[in-house]
């Protein structure tokens, strides 16, 4: 027997002690057949593995695309991560014995591939704020760091997974279809404050984020994953919520106060707020919001009214006048009120005046009694 003849006949003796193992692809069962080293490698409980099973754990492109180039007989070179380490994939098609199969290693020469995917999965489990890894068009989680797993409520035991199967709450909420769509498109997706429903230590609970989904792709273009990096900002919104209720529950109190109430901003005196009981007072309507006193009300001005408001602005001193008597044009014909008033500077949380606060009674009636009662004592 040659030296040749004798190499090839303990091939597989070979392979076994240099720690290569041997699969082939079998289209008819959709499967891996596996030798025991390759069992060995990838933690195969059996010979035969579903082929995308077993091209998922494939970092350098998705699973569905390999299992193209094996069905279109196209040589393969891939890189796996299983367990924790980098695992070389080669096949090719043996066109004598009309087969797809190919030799599977522990990673041996791609110290470099293998110090950069390190490094990579190092800054993810590092990052500040929330981050993971998708792979492949099912977007099984590769990497997420500590703060994303207590966001799912999730521990290591997502890894591997398709992240529908691992957060099956996701079902019916838009984060599936969106990843879908960067993955499909290459566009960035970017939101704030979207709602989630997460289930965390058993309880459904509802969470809002500020998150970025992003695609990544390999050195020949190829899109291999989505990279999700998020920021809980439930207390936020929550704290937002909360804000805009009050604010609701006071716009309610203001508009159904029997007094006059308007809040009036900046220098210019813009109408911010103004209630009906003020709005009858000043014989106006609605359509004054957002417009400027001085433009609405122009008879007050020589009246003196903005100046005494322009006075409070800049002081920051309350001005309060009682029975005071003011005009008001109404369709060019004058009205006669009499009003207990008060303007008030409103400050930021830095101290600065943005506004002024008026209030008022209409004490017409009261005057008008005051009047005549006093002409009633004039006749006796």
Request: hydrophobic share 45%; aromatic share 10%.
């Amino acid at each position: 027997m040659d030296g040749v003849t004798l190499f090839s006949k303990n091939l597989n003796v070979f392979l076994s002690a240099s720690g290569i193992g041997l699969w082939y692809y079998s289209a008819s069962r959709k499967a891996v057949i596996l030798d025991e080293v390759a069992q060995g490698i990838v933690s195969a409980v059996s010979e035969s593995v579903p082929v995308l099973e077993f091209l998922q754990h494939v970092t350098t492109q998705p699973a569905s695309l390999l299992l193209q180039e094996i069905e279109e007989k196209k040589a393969l070179n891939a890189l796996l991560y299983i367990n924790n380490s980098n695992v070389i994939l080669k096949g090719q098609f043996m066109e004598s014995e009309g087969w797809y199969g190919g030799t599977i290693q522990r990673e041996t020469c791609f110290a470099a591939y293998s110090a950069k995917h390190d490094i990579f999965r190092s800054i993810i489990e590092q990052a500040p704020v929330a981050t993971a890894l998708f792979t492949g068009p099912e977007m099984r989680i590769e990497i997420a760091n500590s703060i994303m797993l207590d966001y799912w409520g999730k521990g290591a035991g997502v890894f591997g997974k398709p992240l529908a199967e691992a957060l099956p709450e996701l079902e019916g909420q838009p984060f599936l279809d969106i990843l879908d769509h960067v993955f499909t498109t290459g566009e960035t997706h970017e939101e704030t404050e979207a709602m989630a429903q997460l289930v965390v230590n058993g309880v459904l609970g509802t969470y809002y984020f500020d998150y970025t989904y992003k695609a990544l792709k390999d050195a020949n273009g190829t899109i291999y994953g989505v990279m999700d990096m998020a920021i809980d900002v439930t207390e936020r919104v929550l704290s937002k919520h909360r804000e805009q209720n009050s604010e609701i529950r006071f716009a309610n109190v203001i508009e159904q106060s029997p007094m006059a109430i308007g809040f009036l901003s900046g220098r210019e005196m813009k109408i911010e707020v103004a209630n009906e009981t003020i709005l009858r007072l000043w014989s106006r309507d609605e359509s004054v919001i957002g417009k400027n006193l001085k433009d609405v009300l122009p008879e007050i001005d020589a009246q003196g009214f903005l100046k005494l408001l322009d006075d409070v602005y800049t002081t920051g001193v309350t001005f309060k006048g009682t029975d005071t008597h003011a005009q008001i044009l109404n369709n060019g014909v004058v009205t006669d009120i009499y009003v207990d008033f008060s303007y008030s500077a409103l400050r930021d949380n830095n101290g600065e005046i943005y506004g002024i606060l008026v209030l008022a009674y209409d004490v017409s009636v009261k005057m008008q009694a005051i009047r005549e009662i006093a002409a009633s004592e004039a006749n006796f």
